[in-house]
């Protein structure tokens, strides 16, 4: 598993520091409030246990389940929710939480569901990382983690055909991986 990482981007240490300035961050922001943190599986799984932990306030939990990669390594921009009905947030303030923001249409699509139909009194999102390129649409993270290049990365709950989610760093895939495994 190891061997099909071309090179590190992120090291386990790297990202726990950085969680432990999320979570202020968010504790100091909702300070006063029970927060909803609503979790995007599977990818979000791991920063949602490393963060939560670490965020000094009572908390709601719920997950939802959405695909937009469909096994590929671009997004499809086709965002399919895996259930029917949407957690209960009416009134509630949610922070959405995701591994990625990279087109960015996953995030508004679920986004604007919990506004429009379940009456979010508030979302802001929380992203492990944030691609720096032009999105179809206009989504910006309140809380990011890191900013990285446009490459395809996995590890730390991020996957490449269900695959290297849960390695503790994160990695950009050699090109021969991606090929064996498509």
């Not at 695909?67 to 009905?85: C, D, E, I």
């Not at 490459?151 to 490449?160: P, S, T």
């Not at 055909?161 to 503790?168: A, H, V």
């Amino acid at each position: 598993m190891h061997n099909d990482i071309d090179h590190v981007l992120l090291h386990e240490s790297t990202i726990m520091s950085r969680l432990d300035a999320m979570a202020r961050d968010i504790t100091r922001d909702y300070q006063g409030e029970m927060p909803t943190i609503v979790c995007i599986l599977q990818g979000g799984i791991i920063l949602m246990a490393d963060l939560l932990r670490r965020i000094q306030l009572p908390l709601l939990i719920e997950t939802i389940s959405v695909a937009s990669y469909h096994g590929g390594t671009l997004s499809s921009g086709v965002v399919s929710f895996k259930q029917n009905a949407l957690p209960d947030l009416k009134g509630k303030h949610v922070i959405l939480l995701d591994d990625i923001l990279d087109t960015g249409r996953t995030l508004e699509a679920i986004r604007d569901r919990f506004v429009n139909e379940a009456g979010a009194a508030s979302v802001k999102l929380c992203v492990l990382l944030s691609k720096k390129k032009d999105r179809p649409c206009e989504v910006v993270a309140e809380y990011v983690g890191f900013e990285i290049g446009d490459e395809f990365v996995v590890g730390y709950g991020l996957d490449y055909q269900g695959q290297y989610r849960n390695l503790p760093y994160i990695g950009v895939l050699k090109p021969e991986a991606i090929q064996r495994l498509a």
